[in-house]
């Protein structure tokens, strides 16, 4: 026999709305986390128990309670709430909405909160939209979005509204949010007498990764998976949790700022010649689904930006883990990415070539296309041979050890030494090479 739930959560005509929509707060006291805006004398407490509320954009990870603060928003100031999403509407649809709220406003005095999820998927004009009507204050705007607004917002609508930041929920958050859906007769799952056992609720925890609406969902599934013991009580086993959600959803976004973060975190893990970090960030971008080839890509681009010559060999692993991830592909060719990993985090680090050529672009910047001295010109022609081009060069195979005085730079910056090779790896090498040649070329000039 399957647990069911309270015949007054059930309806003849219409379906049981989902436990976490069912659980949803409606007021300070039930809601979980972000103490740094709910807290006594914070911003947002300040701002709701007052009642005067201004245009925000709550920015935040799925499941942090985005949504669920808008409409409590609307309950303590007595507003209109109407919820828009960014992916089913566009301007047409503004326009009907803002209509609708400022015939409120005028007939029976009642503002009207427009809560816009996913306020990033909205283009520049359909942003543009809103100004108006947010400067008149015939709405009061509430954008939610995953996204860092300073990318995904036009700054027209950032300096009308005030950014605040929503943070994942804690363990121990989640851990109270369930306890409070288990515990609740009416709008939880009290009457069924569930209960988790400890490994069960510290999975769940580790499951949500601070998502809320996935905590809640995965017990109602555990739930909806677990027969009655004998005594009537729904006792949820971990191995039934695990079964629910099958495996862990890594909250990732391969075209937002988590995208940017996990590799920004992968590169500097291998700058810092730390393995383990390295393994670390390179299995979470994996496990979340992001296209192994992209990783390999940077890794080859590391090889030559933070190696460099140090250890020309980085650059032939980075380039043979591409290559062997491309023939393989998942699972099998993963290792490969693990292998080039691991080689780039423990070899020895140079920025000399990075640090060379932007020194480099920087004086072209600066002095233009300067013109080729006329001893290295090419000069395939009699009329160019006349005019001078190839006089003079010398052929440095026709000198002792290949070592030739002559400058290969224009005259404007003659002398210039770009590449300033390290003491680490096989720049060393380099070094000792390239002081021991100006050496024996200084001398010859005497």
């Known amino acids: 026999m399957t647990p069911e739930l309270s015949k007054s959560h059930q309806s003849k005509d219409l379906p049981l709305p989902p436990l976490a929509e069912r659980m949803r707060p409606r007021n300070l006291e039930e809601f979980m986390g972000q ?12 701002m709701l128990e007052s009642g005067k509320i201004f245009p925000l954009i709550f920015w935040g990870p799925p499941g942090s309670g985005k949504t669920t603060l808008a409409r409590m928003m609307a309950s303590y100031t007595k507003a209109h709430f109407i ?17 609708e709220a400022e015939g409120r406003l005028k007939e029976k005095g009642q503002k009207t909160i427009l809560f816009v999820d996913e306020i990033h998927r909205f283009n520049k004009a359909q942003q543009d939209a ?7 204050g015939n709405i009061i705007l509430i954008g ?13 609508l950032l300096s009308r509204t005030k950014v605040l930041v929503l943070k994942s929920l804690t363990g121990s958050d989640l851990e109270r949010i369930t306890q409070r859906a288990l515990q609740d007769p009416e709008r939880g799952l009290g009457k069924i007498r569930a209960r988790l056992v400890p490994e069960a609720l ?16 995965t017990l109602e599934q555990a739930v909806s998976l677990t027969q009655l013991d004998t005594e009537g009580t729904c006792l949820i086993s971990r191995a039934t949790v695990e079964e629910a ?11 937002g700022e988590e995208h940017y973060n996990l590799i920004s975190a992968l590169h500097k893990s291998l700058r810092g010649s730390d393995p383990d970090g390295a393994l670390y960030w390179l299995a979470r971008m994996i496990e979340a689904g992001e296209d192994p080839l992209y990783i390999a890509r940077r890794m080859v681009r590391f090889a030559s930006e933070d190696v460099g010559l140090a250890d020309p060999q980085a650059l032939l692993q980075a380039l043979a883990a591409k290559e062997t991830y491309h023939f393989l592909g998942s699972p099998e060719g993963e290792l490969a990415l693990v292998q080039a990993a691991i080689y780039l985090a423990t ?13 480099i672009k920087k004086a072209i910047e600066q002095t233009g296309a300067l013109p080729v001295p006329l001893h290295l010109r090419n000069a395939p022609t009699a009329l160019m041979k006349g005019l001078g081009y190839g006089r003079g060069y010398r052929y440095a195979h026709d000198y002792p050890e290949a070592l030739v ?6 005259e404007e910056i003659k002398g210039r030494k770009f590449y300033h090779p390290t003491e680490r790896g096989y720049e060393k090498t380099i070094k000792t090479r390239l002081e021991y040649w100006r050496k024996r070329l200084n001398l010859e000039k005497t």
């Open 35 to 46: 103490e740094h805006l709910l807290g006594p004398g914070k911003f947002l407490r300040r």
């Open 83 to 99: 919820q828009f999403s960014a992916v089913l509407s566009g301007v047409k649809e503004i326009r009907e909405v803002v209509k």
């Open 130 to 136: 809103f100004l108006p009507h947010v400067e008149k």
């Open 144 to 156: 939610a979005t995953t996204e860092n607004p300073s990318f995904e917002v036009i700054a027209p």
């Open 202 to 217: 510290e999975l769940i925890k580790i499951l949500a990764d601070g998502d809320a609406r996935i905590a809640l969902n």
């Open 245 to 255: 959600l099958q495996k862990k959803t890594l909250r990732y976004d391969k075209d």
């Open 347 to 359: 070899t020895p680090k140079s920025n000399a070539l990075y640090q060379a050529y932007g020194v």
């Open 405 to 410: 005085i002559q400058e290969n730079l224009p």
